[in-house]
């Protein structure tokens, strides 16, 4: 009798430690504060995504309340041997984690595995950014298809676009929704020229 080895099983507790070790890598230190990740995309196989599909509510709040747990306990220490000296600040761009799940179209992840690509902020930038984490010792690979992927199927809309500013540069063509029913656009801030 031929018994076959067991698939790896991917869980929540595993999703929510890439998704904590991913914020530790992604550290991006500035001069009174340190940014961290707010933003993950979270790459399942098929299967495993069909599997998690009717709980992954449940793992998203979890996995922000892990995240939020740790950022407070970054801030929450002392350092040692640095007296009078200042503690950065840990924070995140946004006001809120964004966390969502998504198959793997591109046949990358295999079963029982997870692949987390996150950002510092949800501007579209062209391009890929952000640290990717890659779970079991299996070799990180950032090929062409995926650097090239449509930013957008990984970013959660505002919940009202008021405009669409579309614009072409060195990059290519670019696009950004306007969220907030006002806005100033042009260089010299408050008191200087701008159209509104």
Known sequence: MTVKPQQARINGQIIIDQLVRNLELGRFEMGYSILLPCIFSIYLHP??????????????????????????????????????????????????????????????????????????NDVPQPGYHGIKTTLIERETSVTEA????????????????????????????????????EVSIGRGGQAGASNR
Do not use: C
């Open 47 to 120: 299967d495993d995504h069909k599997r998690l599909a009717g709980i992954q509510e449940l793992i998203k709040e979890d996995a922000s309340r892990a995240l939020a747990a740790r950022l407070a306990e970054w801030n929450g220490k002392q350092p040692l041997f640095k007296r009078g000296k200042k503690q950065k600040l840990y924070r995140i761009a946004r006001h809120d984690w964004w966390i969502e799940f998504f198959a793997d179209s591109e046949d990358v992840v295999p079963p029982g595995d997870v692949e987390i690509h996150s950002e510092l």
């Open 146 to 181: 995926r650097v090239e992927r449509d930013p957008t199927m990984t970013r959660r809309r505002a919940d009202q676009v008021f405009a669409e500013i579309r614009y072409e540069d060195d990059p290519g063509p670019q696009s950004y929704f306007v969220t907030q029913n």
